[in-house]
């Protein structure tokens, strides 16, 4: 479901709240937005061999996996996340999403919170170009 459509079901009171969050994701995800792969040089996704994650605003995804971001905290080299994620046709649920620079093209991923996940990073590099 999109942002927009999502945006019209919650009343006017939440909408302000939903956008206010929306555009703080926006302005934590800056750094990270764009295409990321599992196994340079490939920017492709090839399952079982690369993973390639796309982050936007105020949303992630690869793999079968898609997570609306919001009230990101800041830390030294991290942001920490709420975040509503599903995996394939699973319904969404809540949980937090860790983002961790370990240097200008390379980032850790990590999801916290869901069943059908391991917790343990995943290790993404910027796409050429990107």
């Given at each position: 479901?999109?942002?927009?459509?999502?945006?019209?079901?919650?009343?006017?009171?939440?909408?302000?709240?939903?956008?206010?969050?929306?555009?703080?994701?926006?302005?934590?995800?800056?750094?990270?937005?764009?295409?990321?792969?599992?196994?340079?040089?490939?920017?492709?996704?090839?399952?079982?061999?690369?993973?390639?994650?796309?982050?936007?605003?105020?949303?992630?995804?690869?793999?079968?996996?898609?997570?609306r971001l919001s009230n990101p905290k800041r830390g030294h080299d991290e942001v920490r996340f709420a975040a509503r994620c599903y995996k394939g046709g699973s319904p969404e649920t809540s949980g937090m999403v860790v983002i961790r620079r370990r240097s200008p093209e390379t980032i850790e991923l990590a999801l916290h919170g869901f069943t059908w996940t391991t917790s343990q990073s995943e290790v993404f590099h910027r796409c050429a170009g990107r």
């Open positions: 479901m999109s942002l927009i459509a999502t945006a019209r079901r919650i009343p006017l009171a939440g909408s302000f709240v939903f956008l206010a969050s929306t555009v703080g994701a926006a302005a934590a995800t800056d750094q990270f937005q764009g295409k990321w792969s599992s196994n340079p040089p490939h920017c492709e996704q090839v399952n079982g061999e690369v993973d390639v994650l796309t982050i936007t605003s105020s949303e992630l995804e690869f793999y079968e996996i898609g997570c």
